[in-house]
Nanobody
Framework: QVQLVESGGGLVQSGGSLRLSCAAS????????MTWHRQAPGKERELVAS????????NYANSVKGRFAISRDNAKNTVYLQMNSLKPEDTSVYYC?????????????WGQGTQVTVSS
């Protein structure tokens, strides 16, 4: 059974930092593309950052470029999201996502989410 467990969310003041972690189990983590998404109340879920299985390719939403950094530790089956210079508009539930592609078929897994609240 695949599990993605996020941690590290909380309440922080504008300009502050948080580091989210997502611990994965039950899948070949080193072969999974890992992403962080977020969803604010009344809004669609959006992609925040992604990192390839080999760590060589990262991508970010324009809204977080230069402030957020995604990384992974394949030895610990964990992906991280370092969030700096946080703004009130970053307030959302943040979700960890894993994608494995097997025989051309994408298989997606989601965590339960962790709340990030940025106060002004």
């Amino acid at each position: 059974q695949v599990q993605l467990v996020e941690s590290g969310g909380g309440l922080v003041q504008s300009g502050g930092s948080l580091r989210l972690s997502c611990a994965a189990s039950g899948l070949t983590f080193s072969r999974a593309t890992m992403t962080w998404h977020r969803q604010a109340p009344g809004k669609e879920r959006e992609l925040v950052a992604s990192i390839s299985s080999t760590e060589s390719i990262t991508n970010y939403a324009n809204s977080v470029k230069g402030r957020f950094a995604i990384s992974r530790d394949n030895a610990k089956n964990t992906v991280y999201l370092q969030m700096n210079s946080l703004k009130p508009e970053d307030t959302s539930v943040y979700y960890c996502h894993a994608r494995r592609t097997l025989s051309g078929i994408n298989i997606d897994y989601w965590g339960q989410g962790t709340q990030v609240t940025v106060s002004s």
